[in-house]
């Protein structure tokens, strides 16, 4: 407020520079965060544990089977 009376500056930009920038900020750490919670589902679930064999396979082998 002191911004827009006292340098009359338009206080918009001010606004709007740290919104677009948290939204950089999510859309890059997207993928960490998907992979941290999905490691830890993983791990607590029980459905894999130590000496299992995992096979994984390429998504275009997927696409042409399906």
Not at 10 to 17: D, K, R, S, V
Not at 41 to 64: P, T
Request: aromatic residues 8%.
């Amino acid at each position: 407020m002191i911004v827009g009376l006292v340098y009359e500056q338009n206080m918009a930009a001010l606004l709007t520079t740290p919104g677009a920038g948290g939204v950089v900020l999510g859309l890059a750490a997207r993928g960490i965060f998907s992979d941290f919670f999905t490691g830890l589902a993983v791990n607590l679930h029980g459905n894999v544990v130590i000496n299992d064999w995992i096979q994984i396979s390429h998504r275009s082998a997927q696409a042409r089977r399906g």
